[in-house]
């Protein structure tokens, strides 16, 4: 959403906005002004530079997100090898610590960012701004920027991202898409990942799973993955081959995409005209 | 915890519309919050006097207002309450529903004092 064409404004929250004129006079005698602007904006805007970025070079990004130790590094490991003798590949790592990540992609011929938050439990726009300085765009046809590993704060900032996919893995618990309803409804593909755990951890079934994304009014595929068994993998680098093509032909109309979280404001607006 | 950081973008905002304004002093400032915005109403109280400190906002009073969680269904095409984690449509229990309000994260009005000479 933005603050400048007033697709914030829903029939939800228009009564927010007072009637006759935005400036009015209070009971104390002073004035107050009505704004409807999203406290985001700032890091919005810069995500929205981002994408015009990404979307100039023709580079596809994707936000991973999950908790730590989901397996968001053992995934990116996976699709590199399985992608990089076809796809140019860039990835962004976000950590409060260490240059682990970065080195571990890096061990496999890939160029990675490594971006330490310090006590920041989430990677905003202007960290991945700052990243993007390090990287030639150039070339690129795939951007994964890793997350911080926590699914609460992330899912509350843009990135200038084209789609956010959320990991779950499966020691963690069918209902996690219940208790971090935020971090899944944001998801354009859910991972259940370390499926070949299914075996000795019972009591995870992939339909509850599966019936908790869809309680949040979430379409988004839900995939069995394991890094593993490659024959589990080939769903995932579908989707990205996928979104990798409909991108690059976005990009040649000069169009491009948010996740899909985002443009339910601009219909929804479009709803209540 | 992501709502100081927040607390500094609604203070950073609050500050460019005090200068557009012309305002000597901000009074009160009005939020609205849903659930589904992933921010916490109470941690923005706590975060707020400390990234308004100093500011223009320092000591203004801050309202927030809880936004409901409610759904439009795309099946039946009625509006209905929802929760968090249960975002289906109350009359017919489909899943396929667009969210009509309960992710806000929104700064709604500014009551300020101006400078007298633009009074």
């Known amino acids: 959403m933005c603050d400048t064409c007033g697709c914030n404004i829903t029939h939800g929250n228009q009564h927010l906005i007072a009637p006759g004129g935005k400036l009015q006079k209070t009971e104390r005698g002073s004035e107050a002004i009505g704004v409807l602007k999203n406290l985001l904006s700032e890091n919005d805007h810069t995500a929205a530079h981002n994408r015009e970025h990404f979307d100039r070079h023709g580079v596809f990004a994707v936000n991973l997100m999950s908790s730590p130790g989901a397996g968001k590094t053992s995934l990116l490991e996976a699709s590199v090898d399985a992608l990089r003798d076809r796809y140019r590949i860039a990835v962004i790592e976000g950590d409060l610590e260490t240059e682990n990540d970065a080195q571990r992609i890096r061990s496999r011929g890939v160029e990675a960012v490594q971006i330490t938050t310090g006590s920041a439990c989430h990677l905003d726009a202007h960290m991945v701004h700052d990243a993007l300085h390090q990287l030639k765009l150039e070339g690129i046809d795939i951007l994964f920027i890793e997350n911080v590993g926590n699914l609460v704060c992330p899912a509350s900032f843009d990135l200038g991202q084209h789609r956010n996919v959320t990991l779950l893995s499966v020691p963690e618990g069918d209902d996690k898409p219940s208790k971090y309803p935020v971090m899944f409804r944001a998801a354009d593909l859910v991972a259940l990942t370390k499926v070949d755990l299914l075996a000795v951890l019972d009591d995870f079934s992939t339909d509850r799973a599966l019936s908790n994304v869809r309680a949040l009014a979430n379409a988004a595929p839900v995939l069995e993955l394991s890094v593993k068994r490659d024959e589990t993998m080939e769903a995932w680098l579908a989707w990205l081959e996928q979104e990798v093509q409909q991108h690059r032909q976005r990009c040649q109309r000069g169009e491009t995409v948010r996740p899909r979280i985002q443009p339910d404001g601009a219909r929804l607006h479009a709803l209540a005209t | ?119």
Do not use: K
Request: proline share 3%; with cysteine.
């Open chain 2, 1 to 119: 915890m992501h709502e100081l950081s927040i607390c500094q973008a609604l203070i950073a905002q609050v500050e460019l519309l005090a200068r557009e304004q012309r305002a000597q002093r901000v009074l009160s400032l009005a939020l609205a919050v849903g659930p589904l915005s992933g921010v916490e109403a109470n941690l923005l109280r706590q975060a707020y006097p400390f990234a308004a400190a100093g500011t223009v906002a320092e000591g203004a009073e801050l309202a927030i207002e809880d936004r409901p969680i409610r759904v439009h269904c795309t099946s039946c095409g009625q509006d209905s309450d929802a929760t968090a984690n249960r975002l289906l449509c109350a009359c017919c229990g489909d899943w396929q529903t667009e969210l009509v309000s309960g992710d806000e994260l929104i700064l709604s009005r500014v009551e300020f004092e101006r400078e007298q000479a633009y009074v």
